[in-house]
C-alpha cells in the first residue's frame, strides 16, 4: 500500500468512526481531514480495535498509527498481543475466557455484597440481648 494510500485508509477509519472517536490527538489533525479535537473514550469499540490490527498488520508502523489516532503505541500492542493469544498464536488467556472470569468476579463480589448484609445483621443482633435471655444464667 502506498503511503498516500495507507494515510488515506486511516482518514478513513477515523472518518468511519468518528462517532466512536472522542479524542485523536492534542490538536486537529489536517492530514486525517479533522477540524476539531476528538476525544477517545477509554475503551474503544471492537471494530476500531479491529481495523487498527489490521493496519499494524498490513505493515503500518503501531507508533505512526498511534500518533495518527491519537492513541497510545502500548495500547496498539497490547490489541495486537491479545489478538494474537485470541487466535491462538501465543499462548495466553483469551479475550472471551477474560470475559467470563469478568463476569465471574462481578457475579462473586455481588453474591458476597448480598451475604453482607445478613451477617452483619447478626452482628448486630448477637450485640443485643432477647428478653428471654437478658437475665444472668442461674447457677
Not at 27 to 35: I, K, S, V, Y
Not at 59 to 83: F, N, P
Not at 106 to 132: D, M, Q
Request: charged letters at 25%.
Amino acid at each position: 500500500m502506498s503511503e498516500s494510500g495507507s494515510s488515506h485508509h486511516v482518514a478513513d477509519l477515523v472518518t468511519q468512526l468518528n462517532g466512536d472517536v472522542r479524542v485523536v490527538a492534542d490538536a486537529p489533525d489536517e492530514r486525517l481531514g479533522l477540524t476539531e479535537t476528538p476525544v477517545m473514550p477509554h475503551s474503544c469499540a471492537p471494530e476500531f480495535r479491529r481495523k487498527v490490527i489490521d493496519l499494524v498488520a498490513s505493515g503500518r508502523k503501531a507508533a505512526e498509527v498511534a500518533q495518527l489516532l491519537g492513541i497510545s503505541d502500548q495500547t496498539i500492542y497490547v490489541w495486537c498481543r491479545q489478538h494474537l493469544i485470541d487466535t491462538g498464536q501465543l499462548p495466553g488467556t483469551t479475550s472471551s475466557d477474560l470475559s467470563e472470569l469478568a463476569a465471574a468476579r462481578k457475579r462473586i463480589a455481588e453474591l458476597e455484597a448480598e451475604l453482607a448484609i445478613p451477617r452483619r445483621a447478626a452482628e448486630l443482633l448477637g450485640e443485643v440481648t432477647s428478653p428471654k435471655g437478658g437475665a444472668k444464667p442461674s447457677a
